[in-house]
């Protein structure tokens, strides 16, 4: 079983930023895709964007040229750089990877003037 922490989140302005950040337990990153996840209130969890192990990166329509996944193999850690935030950003964040059914347990990031 993997864990996945995620933290970074918290309360912002419409047009502010936020950067989450997602370790891993093992050196997992190296070797699979890891993504970020989303979910509103009363909605369902939806991939948010992607990373593979190799670098390549995907994202949803919604937040493309927004939100930016990196990662730091080194450091079993993927990263959601999140800018001009909307107040339909606002959801529970969740990591992990392609790999496995683990997840980790959220972090929220609240949009709100």
């Known amino acids: 079983q993997v864990q996945f922490v995620e933290s970074g989140g918290g309360v912002v302005q419409p047009g502010g930023s936020l950067r989450l950040s997602c370790q891993a337990s093992?050196?997992?990153?190296?070797?699979?895709?890891g993504e970020w996840h989303r979910q509103a209130p009363g909605k369902q969890r939806e991939l948010v964007a992607q990373?593979?192990?190799?670098?390549?990166?995907k994202y949803a329509e919604s937040v493309k040229g927004r939100f930016t996944i990196s990662g730091n193999n080194a450091k079993n850690t993927v990263y959601l750089q999140m800018n001009n935030l909307q107040p339909e950003d606002t959801a529970v964040y969740f990591c992990?990877?392609?790999?496995?059914?683990?997840w980790g347990q959220g972090t929220q990031v609240t949009v709100s003037p």
């Open positions: 992990r990877s392609a790999a496995t059914d683990d």
């Open positions: 093992i050196n997992i990153f190296s070797f699979y895709t």
């Open positions: 990373i593979t192990s190799g670098g390549s990166t």
